[in-house]
């Protein structure tokens, strides 16, 4: 299999895990707190994570990388999982899983100003496909009765999007560099120091 192809069936089994999470999450808050969801989900991460990355490969991280793994965490874990967790238990499932749509559009956007990466037309089509989309699940009506949404939520959702989407951005380049097991351990680990607090 081509390491491209390989990629994309990674990604599809990682959006797959993510879509199922809404209904699971949304199951969970209703014994546990949003912020004690967190934490007990980071501290599995570091505890797997590490282990990982000593058994695959134990791999130095340069010093000057500390500071974008923290801050990559900061992003990808602290602002991105409060904020999902939190938003979550305000609004309904459905809404978390539209708005979260708008990531690929933030990470297009990103990527050309910051990356300064070119916006080809497959990827302009693939987002006008992805809106559409949306518009057609937004004119449908789609609601949970059960699990109202309301503006708050929405908010805190679009802010755990946006946060991903710039952690996508910030990880890129150390994606190539390093291990993802060692990418993953010490991003969850500077993420535990922080939620700690919270959870």
Not at 57 to 62: G, N, R, S
């Amino acid at each position: 299999m081509k390491p491209a192809l390989k990629a994309h069936f990674f990604i599809l089994g990682a959006n797959i895990i993510y879509g199922i999470n809404y209904a699971i999450g949304k199951i969970a808050l209703q014994h546990i707190e949003p912020f004690g969801i967190v934490l007990f989900r980071v501290t599995g991460a570091v505890i797997i994570f590490t282990i990982l990355a000593f058994i695959t490969k134990h791999e130095k991280i340069e010093a000057g990388d500390h500071k974008k793994l923290f801050v990559a965490s900061l992003f990808g874990v602290v602002i991105n999982q409060l904020f999902f967790f939190k938003g979550l238990s305000l609004t309904s499932e459905i809404h978390s899983a539209m708005i979260m749509i708008a990531t690929p559009l933030i990470v297009l956007i990103m990527a050309w100003v910051i990356l300064k990466e070119k916006i080809t037309w497959i990827k302009s089509i693939a987002i006008i496909i992805g809106a559409i989309g949306v518009a057609l699940l937004i004119s449908s009506g789609a609601a949970d009765k059960s699990s109202p949404s309301s503006i708050a939520g929405d908010i805190c959702i679009t802010i755990n999007a946006t946060s991903y989407a710039i952690f996508l951005i910030i990880a890129k380049p150390l994606m190539v560099k390093y291990s993802p097991y060692t990418l993953a351990r010490w991003i969850f680990t500077y993420g535990i120091i922080l939620i700690i607090p919270f959870g």
